[in-house]
């Protein structure tokens, strides 16, 4: 199911070309830090400059969690997986590096010409290991289309500055927040991404640079007739002359007011447990994903999508569990058995409907297959084939963020590949064990032994002791395998939660309707 490379190999590149989106994470060497994974989407920011290299136009967001551990230990991985075609993960190690906007190396690969609204850093990844994985549990999705609203709103942030430089009053460097204009991106890189939420150094000297162009006027008449057109597909709307009269007539100081409050709300929000108005959501979610990593500063960062089909659960505002399916590695579980680690970040987001991000920050713990804490989560009845582990992640923060960049992909259906070849090894074990007394060599119990005892960097995975208790239930019962139609249908989805100076009056009009509007969205969809 697993393959390494050196370098990433020439099959993939065209594979790695056609990706709609990708996924980073990276992590603090403290033990008390917050790993992190985001989501990157808009089209034409990835870029492969060969088979050791490949960098991206990295957005403004509320975060600035990626470049701080860059700049503390240079940790990161990059990962991609198919929503559509034949499945595959394929997950890109190495080390990163930051080349802030306004620098000679982010000048050299993005020039005003090519630089996007809202783009703050180059992250540069040399590439040390290529891992590519079957991604039998990932989904079937179908992509629909880029957001218009990160462009839009970024933009709106780059004309404030650019409007304060033509009229001189953008200040000489070094600036600071009260002499930078309250709405442009120089300040919100000052408040918002110079430290990252464990205090690492994140942004230094992007607010120092002055805007190279003025990004609104040239994009600015075909961003909202893109956003209009867009807009009119969904609704299934023609995009008609009479559409378009009716969007002009809209007054652009009132627009702006609404699109910035809408911005303000959402950017991102701390919680010190999952707030009720998020169950409903993650309950919806068709997937999700995990990241973990190792305390030494030379191990590697584990990202892994996961589905939701009656995988994940929530137990109450600060605990949730999810069944860990068999893979060809194991790192997730090592991460969290190294003495002195356990952290686990686990992202969702939104594919469909209103833009979000949410991620669960927490302490995980494992409960391996075959233990009494295992049984107590996952009877044998309502154990998946190949399920190999509990994950229980106590959660001690919450955050959420717009998801403005993440593109609009439609739900199709699960696939049954990784569920079907649990079922051939179980098999396999169960008639073995039954003829011979010992478990197939092509059995599941071999597969563990094989490929989950230890993780890429020699962290102990599942126990040996897991694997001669594996044996045993094997030995005392027949397991209990679910047919293809099962196996097409798994679940239904369990959830468990018990509850324990002036403005422009049309601008300022449009900025609290977009505060109140967004913030009714975020509790009630």
Known sequence: ????????????????????????????????????????????????????????EDLTGSGVETISHLRENGRITVLLNAFEGPPRIARLFGKGSVYEFGTPEYNELLPPDLRKPGSRAVIMVDVEKVGTSCGYGVPFFEFKGHRDTYYNVASRFEQADFSAQQTETMPEPPPNLDSLPPKGLRHYFLSHNATSIDGLTGLT?????????????VKKQSEIRRLSISLAKRLSIDSSPELSKMIHLVDLRFLTGTIMGLLLATLYTRFSQIPDFLISWLQKQQMFWT?????????????????????????????????????????????????GNGRITILFHAFEGPPKICRLFGTGSVYEYGTPEYNEYISPENRAPGSRAVIVVDVHKVGTSCGYAIPLYEFKTHRNQLL???????????????????????????????????????????????FEDAVDLFKTRSLS??????????????????????????????????????TVVMRYV
Request: hydrophobic share 35%.
């Open 1 to 56: 199911m697993g393959n390494f490379h050196d370098e990433i190999p020439s099959f993939l590149i065209p594979w790695i070309q056609k990706q709609e989106v990708f996924w980073v994470a990276t992590s603090p060497l403290s033990a008390d830090g917050h790993v992190n994974v985001s989501t990157k989407g808009l089209k034409g920011t990835f870029h492969i400059v060969d088979s050791k290299r490949v960098w991206y």
């Open 205 to 217: 000297t992007a607010h120092e640079a002055p805007r190279a162009c003025n990004i609104t006027a």
């Open 291 to 339: 990241a973990t990593a190792p305390l030494s500063g030379i191990g590697h960062v584990n990202l892994s999508p996961k589905c939701t089909r009656g995988m994940f659960h929530i137990v109450n505002s600060q605990k949730v569990w999810y069944e860990d399916m068999s893979g060809s590695g194991v790192e997730t579980i090592s991460h969290l058995k190294e003495p």
């Open 420 to 466: 079907q070849w649990a079922q051939k090894r179980e098999s396999a074990d169960d008639d073995a064990l039954r003829e011979f007394n010992e478990p197939s060599s092509n059995g599941l119990y071999s597969y563990w032994k094989n490929n989950n005892a230890r993780s890429i960097d020699g962290i102990p995975g599942l126990d040996s002791k897991t």
């Open 481 to 518: 395998y679910a047919d293809d139609k099962v196996i097409a249908t798994f679940g239904p989805s369990a959830y468990l939660f018990r509850t324990n100076g002036k403005f422009d009056s049309k601008f300022l009009t449009g900025l609290i309707l977009g505060v109140l509007a967004t």
